[in-house]
């Protein structure tokens, strides 16, 4: 693997001692740790760069030495420039409050020496910090367009191995400068604007291509019209044109796809499914090309939920996804499909149960919480809460995650529970945040089963449930086994067994929600509700549960968005005074077994 510094080198070749005089350093460099705004100081310099941060440096040897001031830290270091003064390398090192840091700083400008001789072939794709670089070049004329979003182009033209670039996207205009290096692999330039200047690193995406066909037994490199990268494997029994299941997958943070496909790919899994892992279409430029890290976004985007979203946003990682699934769905003839992911990749991947539920049969978030975007009590779409409903959930998680705890994801778990999903399971063990080591093939497993058509298995699966009293799971198998064997006999097995166990308390709580005084019974009534909402013989006393829950669930969110002010303007007692309102005046609410467990916690 190359590290930082060897790749830096392959860019600047052979790093010479030689120094400049103080005048011919002056001006603008494009640096890893953002831009230098340099003034020669007599024999030395001075610098502005980031935000507000000042630097001063002279010569010592053959290097030149700096001191900085970052904030309250104080940063020293040394650099070494190339000959002819238009590239530089170095270390860093900080001392702080916060304690120590240190790191490679390198540097570059404009080398007029790339103008000269023939215009290079650029043509293809460039991993950049501002989204996949799609060049089209015709001699030395170049167009194209940058990211995955679609709305940002340029066109501009090459001499020699220097590109500039007009570009527009809806943030407004800009030039890119860029000297591609002589191998056509890397590249260093900058991109500025109305609002300032940054630093351009570029990698050349090599392998990819639109419209790729799946290989029997093979990894090959696809890339989407959106230009999203991605990694897909087929069965070894693969026959062109043969249907198959889909089964998405989506990475974890600073990482990409292409190990978890792989490892998909080794298991039964990987010979039943045309297995794809999506890269983010974010690029991290300190990685190398031969290990390139990425990363999603899904923070802004609002999606079909109630919140109001910020400009642009829309077209943030989930429609990206949603739109390169669509695509391989229709290219490739898939019968179901499934979307997991892995710590980022598992946030990212509850966006799909609840922003775009027609899109996918089950999927399988790992090792992640969920965000606020995802949680069930933000859609007010009745069609799409119903959709939401159809998807069958797979929530895996390490009970000794040190990264993203049990906690956040047996959350997600419970709080999903609340809003009545009924093909929603938790798989849990003792692992730590790790891929390989969760269950996410007992996931899968039963994800195909609730949502297939294998009669004797689901009656299996339904008996085995049962025997381990999740009643509610073995309702989600009857329900299912109605659709796709309506005369099947475990149907009739189940629902009756169910209804045996649940049907001694029904009288009870039926007369507590008639006359339902001050919620004394709620907590027996939820613990009941966990093992036997689905039961037949439940269903009038969870259908006057929710128009119970109905008239609490608003001045619910309303004390919980008062208890939130509070506690952000510091008033802590005050705010869990209002979770104590919460729990006494608004106990059927969604929001009551969260805050009461709050509560609990805190004594």
């Given at each position: 693997m190359l590290d930082r510094r060897a790749l830096f080198s392959l860019v600047l070749g052979c790093i010479s001692p030689a120094v400049l005089a103080a005048q011919e350093l002056a001006g603008t460099w494009f640096t890893n740790r953002g831009v230098l705004e340099v003034k020669a100081d007599g024999e030395g310099w001075s610098a502005t760069y980031g935000n507000g941060s000042t630097l001063t440096a002279e010569k010592?040897?053959?290097?030149?030495?700096?001191?900085?001031?970052?904030?309250?830290?104080?940063?020293?270091?040394?650099?070494?420039?190339?000959?002819?003064?238009?590239?530089?390398?170095?270390?860093?090192?900080?001392?702080?409050?916060?304690?120590?840091?240190?790191?490679?700083?390198?540097?570059?400008?404009?080398?007029?020496?790339?103008?000269k001789g023939k215009p290079a072939k650029l043509a293809g794709f460039w991993r950049t910090s501002w989204g996949l670089l799609e060049i089209e070049q015709k001699g030395s004329k170049l167009t194209g367009g940058f990211g995955a979003q679609g709305w940002s182009t340029?066109?501009?033209a090459v001499r020699g191995r220097f590109a500039e670039l007009d570009y527009e996207s809806p943030f407004g205009t800009g030039t890119f400068r860029i000297d591609f290096d002589e191998d056509g692999k890397l590249a260093l330039g900058g991109a500025e604007n109305a609002r300032g200047k940054y630093a351009l690193q570029l990698q050349r995406l090599e392998g990819h291509a639109r419209g790729v066909v799946p290989e029997?037994?093979?990894?090959?490199?696809?890339?989407?019209?959106?230009?999203?990268?991605?990694?897909?494997?087929?069965?070894?029994?693969?026959?062109p044109g043969q249907e198959l299941p889909l089964l998405v997958f989506l990475h974890g943070s600073n990482y990409v796809s292409k190990p978890y496909v792989e490892s998909i790919a080794n298991t039964d899994v990987g010979e039943r499914?045309?297995?794809?892992?999506?890269?983010?279409?974010?690029?991290?430029?300190?990685s190398t090309p031969d290990d390139p890290r990425q990363n999603y976004t899904y923070v802004n985007f609002m999606g079909k939920s109630t919140y109001g979203g910020y400009p642009n946003t829309h077209r943030e990682s989930p429609a990206l996804v949603a739109e390169l699934i669509e695509e391989l769905k229709k290219r490739h003839h898939t019968t179901r499909t499934f979307v997991g992911g892995h710590s980022q990749g598992g946030f990212l991947t509850w966006f799909f149960a609840m922003h775009y539920p027609d899109l996918v049969d089950g999927v399988f978030p790992m090792s992640s919480g969920m965000t606020m975007q995802c949680e069930a009590d933000v859609f007010d779409d009745e069609a799409l809460k119903n959709k939401q409903r159809e998807v069958a959930i797979a929530v895996v998680h390490g009970r000794n995650d040190r990264a993203v705890p049990f906690a956040q994801g047996e959350g997600t778990y419970l709080r999903t529970r609340e809003h009545r999903f009924p093909k929603l399971r938790l798989f849990a063990n003792?692992?730590?945040?790790?891929?390989?080591s969760l269950p996410w093939l007992a996931a899968v497993e039963w994800l195909e089963?609730?949502?297939?058509?294998?009669?004797?298995?689901?009656?299996?699966?339904?008996?085995?449930?049962?025997?381990?009293?999740?009643?509610?799971?073995?309702?989600?198998?009857?329900?299912?086994?109605?659709?796709?064997?309506?005369k099947h006999a475990a149907i009739k097995h189940i629902a009756a067994t169910v209804d045996e166990y649940?049907?001694?308390?029904?009288?009870?709580?039926?007369?507590?929600?008639?006359?339902?005084?001050?919620?004394?019974?709620?907590?027996?009534?939820?613990?009941?509700?966990?093992?036997?909402?689905?039961?037949?013989?439940?269903?009038?006393?969870?259908?006057?549960?929710?128009?119970l829950r109905a008239k609490h669930e608003l001045p619910a969110k309303k004390l919980i968005g008062e208890a939130r002010g509070l506690f952000n303007k510091g008033k802590r007692d005050e705010g869990w005074q209002k979770y104590e309102e919460l729990v006494k005046t608004c106990w059927a609410s969604s929001q009551y077994p969260k805050v009461k467990g709050w509560l609990d916690n805190r004594k």
């Amino acid at each position: 693997m190359l590290d930082r510094r060897a790749l830096f080198s392959l860019v600047l070749g052979c790093i010479s001692p030689a120094v400049l005089a103080a005048q011919e350093l002056a001006g603008t460099w494009f640096t890893n740790r953002g831009v230098l705004e340099v003034k020669a100081d007599g024999e030395g310099w001075s610098a502005t760069y980031g935000n507000g941060s000042t630097l001063t440096a002279e010569k010592k040897g053959d290097d030149i030495a700096f001191t900085a001031k970052e904030g309250r830290a104080k940063v020293t270091g040394s650099w070494q420039f190339q000959k002819g003064g238009f590239r530089f390398d170095g270390d860093w090192q900080s001392t702080s409050g916060n304690g120590n840091g240190k790191g490679q700083w390198f540097g570059w400008r404009h080398d007029p020496a790339t103008e000269k001789g023939k215009p290079a072939k650029l043509a293809g794709f460039w991993r950049t910090s501002w989204g996949l670089l799609e060049i089209e070049q015709k001699g030395s004329k170049l167009t194209g367009g940058f990211g995955a979003q679609g709305w940002s182009t340029f066109e501009g033209a090459v001499r020699g191995r220097f590109a500039e670039l007009d570009y527009e996207s809806p943030f407004g205009t800009g030039t890119f400068r860029i000297d591609f290096d002589e191998d056509g692999k890397l590249a260093l330039g900058g991109a500025e604007n109305a609002r300032g200047k940054y630093a351009l690193q570029l990698q050349r995406l090599e392998g990819h291509a639109r419209g790729v066909v799946p290989e029997a037994g093979k990894l090959v490199r696809g890339l989407g019209e959106n230009r999203m990268v991605y990694y897909m494997h087929a069965p070894k029994t693969y026959q062109p044109g043969q249907e198959l299941p889909l089964l998405v997958f989506l990475h974890g943070s600073n990482y990409v796809s292409k190990p978890y496909v792989e490892s998909i790919a080794n298991t039964d899994v990987g010979e039943r499914f045309l297995v794809v892992g999506i890269d983010g279409e974010s690029w991290e430029d300190w990685s190398t090309p031969d290990d390139p890290r990425q990363n999603y976004t899904y923070v802004n985007f609002m999606g079909k939920s109630t919140y109001g979203g910020y400009p642009n946003t829309h077209r943030e990682s989930p429609a990206l996804v949603a739109e390169l699934i669509e695509e391989l769905k229709k290219r490739h003839h898939t019968t179901r499909t499934f979307v997991g992911g892995h710590s980022q990749g598992g946030f990212l991947t509850w966006f799909f149960a609840m922003h775009y539920p027609d899109l996918v049969d089950g999927v399988f978030p790992m090792s992640s919480g969920m965000t606020m975007q995802c949680e069930a009590d933000v859609f007010d779409d009745e069609a799409l809460k119903n959709k939401q409903r159809e998807v069958a959930i797979a929530v895996v998680h390490g009970r000794n995650d040190r990264a993203v705890p049990f906690a956040q994801g047996e959350g997600t778990y419970l709080r999903t529970r609340e809003h009545r999903f009924p093909k929603l399971r938790l798989f849990a063990n003792g692992a730590g945040h790790g891929f390989s080591s969760l269950p996410w093939l007992a996931a899968v497993e039963w994800l195909e089963l609730i949502t297939g058509d294998n009669a004797a298995e689901l009656a299996k699966e339904g008996q085995k449930a049962l025997d381990e009293d999740r009643f509610a799971d073995a309702m989600a198998i009857a329900n299912h086994l109605r659709k796709v064997a309506p005369k099947h006999a475990a149907i009739k097995h189940i629902a009756a067994t169910v209804d045996e166990y649940a049907e001694g308390e029904v009288e009870q709580f039926a007369a507590n929600l008639k006359d339902p005084g001050e919620g004394e019974w709620i907590d027996d009534f939820l613990e009941y509700r966990d093992y036997y909402e689905f039961a037949d013989c439940a269903k009038e006393l969870m259908k006057a549960f929710a128009e119970l829950r109905a008239k609490h669930e608003l001045p619910a969110k309303k004390l919980i968005g008062e208890a939130r002010g509070l506690f952000n303007k510091g008033k802590r007692d005050e705010g869990w005074q209002k979770y104590e309102e919460l729990v006494k005046t608004c106990w059927a609410s969604s929001q009551y077994p969260k805050v009461k467990g709050w509560l609990d916690n805190r004594k």
